[in-house]
């Protein structure tokens, strides 16, 4: 593996689960299987969302832990850090979950992951008359745009 | 590479250098080549029911994969009320796809249902129906897209034509009834 640049891994999720795609750059360590490290990666997204709503101090509106909300009902988060790593998260209406995950010095992705969806995502995919929406997606394109694209990352 | 799909309209925010390029096609060809799909479906199927079925599915084919489209050049970043996703699509949806605008009229006293009214349309520039073809919903298609792209934003939905100029009528009204929202769930089940 090549000298790691700041990025780490990136997922897209859709709203069933599916991990529509897996991006590594620099993972020195794995040790669950892919099926496995993707749904507890959507399981962390689905739990940390529901635990923001439930403490949301602005607002009394929030039913009880783990009762289903509507799409876009409440607060959400858009990053986390640990002292390893960050994860910055973009979650689209259309129920689109992109993950990057950092080293942890990383400043605000959100622009950055607002265009992996617009100019990437959408361009390279979705516009892809081949594709399957909600499959899971191999797609030389949009790995060349977005490794191109994170390179301008700083 | 492109859905071919509509994308006629000029851009929505000129100024936004983020913006993507939305690609223009002249719009007589986008009219003409929709006609040919019409025809081509009424000659595949010989039945003016079956050729409404068709264009829906066509249209809702089209809908799950735009809406992303849609979100990414319009930066709505949520669609929970009814209401307001109804205005959206009828002043921004419309306006970005075919260039043109609707108005929403006509709520119930729920406000679970609504009708988009078309004063413009495109897509039925040049086009007559013939005696053999009254039953037919020439932009069925409009429906269904508008239906795969509301379901991709857990509304599902029921769409169909209740006025149409083709039938004689002074407009194109649409009518939008809102079956359910869909509550986002953990997908999986815990023995997987």
Redesign the interface.
């Known amino acids: 593996m090549a000298a790691p640049g700041r990025m780490r891994c990136m997922y897209i999720f859709n709203?069933?689960?599916v991990c529509l795609h897996y991006h590594v750059w620099y993972r020195p360590l794995t040790t669950l299987s892919p099926q496995q490290d993707q749904?507890l990666m959507?399981?962390l997204l689905?739990s940390l969302r529901s635990f923001t709503v439930k403490m949301d101090p602005t607002s009394n509106n929030k039913g009880h832990l783990g009762v289903?909300?509507?799409?876009?009902?409440g607060c959400s988060f858009h990053a986390f850090t640990t002292n390893t790593y960050k994860l910055s998260l973009l979650e689209?209406?259309?129920?689109?979950k992109i993950v990057l995950v950092t080293d942890p010095g990383m400043g605000d992705l959100r622009e950055a992951l607002r265009?992996i969806?617009?100019?990437i995502?959408?361009?390279?995919v979705?516009?892809?008359?081949l594709y399957v929406?909600g499959e899971h997606f191999r797609c030389e394109l949009f790995n060349a745009a977005l490794d191109q694209y994170v390179k301008t990352l700083k | 590479?492109?859905?071919g799909f509509g994308l006629m309209a000029p851009l929505l925010r000129p100024s936004d250098a983020?913006?993507?390029n939305v690609e223009k096609v002249n719009a007589e060809l986008f009219t003409l080549t929709y006609g040919a799909i019409v025809r081509q479906l009424l000659t595949d199927f010989e039945d003016v029911d079956e050729v409404n079925k068709q264009l829906d599915t066509m249209g809702y084919h089209i809908g799950?994969?735009l809406?992303?489209?849609f979100?990414?050049?319009s930066n709505?970043?949520?669609?929970?009320e009814f209401k307001e996703t109804a205005e959206v699509i009828a002043k921004v949806g419309f306006k970005m796809f075919l260039g043109v605008t609707a108005t929403v009229a006509n709520w119930d006293a729920d406000g679970t249902e609504c009708s988009l009214i078309l004063d413009d349309n495109p897509l039925v520039d040049y086009v007559e129906l013939p005696e053999t073809c009254q039953g037919l919903y020439y932009c069925n298609v409009l429906c269904g897209v508008i239906r795969g792209a509301l379901e991709?934003?857990?509304m599902r939905t029921e769409v169909k034509w209740v006025r149409d100029v083709l039938h004689g009528d002074d407009t194109f009204e649409m009518r939008l009834k809102l079956l359910k929202?869909?509550?986002?769930?953990?997908?999986?089940k815990d023995d997987?």
């Open positions: 709203r069933n689960g749904k959507f399981g689905f289903p909300q509507l799409p876009g009902q689209t209406p259309s129920g689109i265009y969806y617009s100019n995502y959408v361009e390279y979705i516009k892809n008359p929406p | 590479m492109s859905t983020s913006a993507p799950i994969r809406i992303d489209d979100l990414s050049k709505v970043t949520r669609c929970t991709m934003v857990s929202q869909v509550p986002e769930e953990y997908p999986y997987e």
